[in-house]
Structure formats: C-alpha cells, structure tokens
C-alpha cells in the first residue's frame, strides 16, 4: 500500500480505488519508468536512465525503490563484479500496462483537440 498520506492508515481512508491507484503511479518519472520497462521487458539502471531524458540518478533511485516497494517492479541483483542489477515489471505492474497505453491514447487525442482548437481559434489561452 502506499504510505500513510496525513495520518491515513488504511485502504478506508480513500474515497475510491482511483485514488489508490493515482497515488502509486504519482510523479511525474514513474509512468515514464513503467513504459520504458514495458517497452524493454528488462533493462539496466544506466540504460534506463539513458532512456528518460532530464531525470536525475537520485529521482531515478527513489522512483524505482517507491515501485519496487508497492510490488510494481523487481529488482534482480546478479553476483558480478560490479554487481549487475536488472529491473522488469512484476505481474502487478503489467496490468497497469493497458491502463497506461489507453492514457497514451487518450493524449494523442487531446493533443490533437487542443491543436485543432487552436488553429480555429478557439483555444483559451
């Protein structure tokens, strides 16, 4: 479950399960993380970190723990020297995976709304 938010303890404490899920994918990297490692079924931190323009070691750290931790992503440790580390998508974490292309879809479109919007000058700036 994710932290307790303002001293929230239980599943209860949310008013529907969007919340719960919002609340897991939250930030503005994770989604990207998540659709990276669906796209590569399994990568390395220095690739993925490649891959995700702007984000910084730190961020990718603490984003990849959060969902390691709420069960999204596993983290596979292999006993090299240096230790290679792999990251995938758990089961959980691939069914958010229609979730996240319908979001993309969904985007594509309103992008092409607020385009055609703005070429009629419709848009409200």
Same mark, same amino acid.
């Given at each position: 479950?994710?932290?307790?938010?303002?001293?929230?303890?239980?599943?209860?404490?949310?008013?529907?399960?969007?919340?719960? %899920? =919002?609340?897991? =994918? !939250?930030?503005?990297?994770? !989604?990207?993380?998540?659709?990276?490692?669906?796209?590569?079924?399994?990568? #390395?931190?220095?690739?993925? #970190?490649? =891959?995700? %323009?702007?984000?910084?070691?730190? $961020?990718? %750290?603490?984003?990849?723990? *959060? =969902?390691?931790?709420?069960?999204?992503?596993? #983290? $596979?440790?292999?006993?090299?020297?240096?230790?290679?580390?792999?990251?995938?998508?758990?089961?959980?974490?691939?069914?958010?995976?229609?979730? $996240?292309?319908? $979001? *993309?879809?969904?985007?594509?479109?309103?992008?092409?709304?607020?385009? +055609?919007?703005?070429?009629?000058?419709?848009?409200? +700036?």
């Amino acid at each position: 479950m994710p932290d307790i938010r303002d001293n929230k303890i239980s599943c209860s404490n949310y008013q529907c399960e969007i919340e719960v %899920t =919002l609340e897991v =994918l !939250s930030g503005k990297w994770k !989604s990207l993380i998540l659709w990276n490692l669906h796209l590569h079924e399994k990568i #390395r931190y220095n690739e993925l #970190r490649r =891959l995700i %323009t702007g984000i910084t070691q730190k $961020m990718l %750290t603490q984003q990849l723990r *959060d =969902l390691e931790k709420y069960g999204i992503v596993e #983290r $596979m440790i292999y006993p090299t020297v240096p230790p290679m580390v792999e990251y995938s998508l758990t089961q959980l974490g691939k069914d958010l995976i229609p979730i $996240m292309q319908k $979001m *993309d879809e969904w985007g594509k479109e309103y992008v092409k709304h607020y385009q +055609a919007q703005i070429e009629t000058g419709k848009h409200n +700036a």
